[in-house]
Nanobody, 117 residues
């Protein structure tokens, strides 16, 4: 059994910053790529950022230069530092984790990020 627990969402003004965290627990052997998706109201869930076990990263064009993904393998935790936030970044952010040798993807419960003045 694998659990992902996110934290760090909230309300922030445009131009502000937030840091999301996602801790993985349970059967974490083989933990591989981790990352973040987001879903705004009435829109599909879109990839935000991804990081492999060795630190290779991938970002959506809309967040490049503003968001930074990182991970602590000792803690099985992935982070998303979000700077220069815009109203269009408002969404529920979901973290996910994949495991080597399996096709399974595990998801967190989601954390709301609202960017508004």
């Amino acid at each position: 059994q694998v659990q992902l627990v996110e934290s760090g969402g909230g309300l922030v003004q445009p131009g502000g910053s937030l840091r999301l965290s996602c801790a993985t627990s349970g059967s974490t052997f083989g933990l591989n790529a981790m990352g973040w998706y987001r879903q705004a109201p009435k829109k599909q869930r879109d990839m935000v950022a991804r990081i492999t076990h060795v630190g290779t990263t991938l970002y959506a064009d809309s967040v490049k230069g503003r968001f930074t993904i990182s991970r602590d393998n000792a803690k099985n935790t992935v982070y998303l530092q979000m700077n220069s936030l815009k109203p269009e970044d408002t969404a529920v952010y979901y973290c996910y984790a994949t495991f080597a040798g399996t096709a399974n993807t595990y998801w967190g419960q989601g954390t709301q990020v609202t960017v508004s003045s």
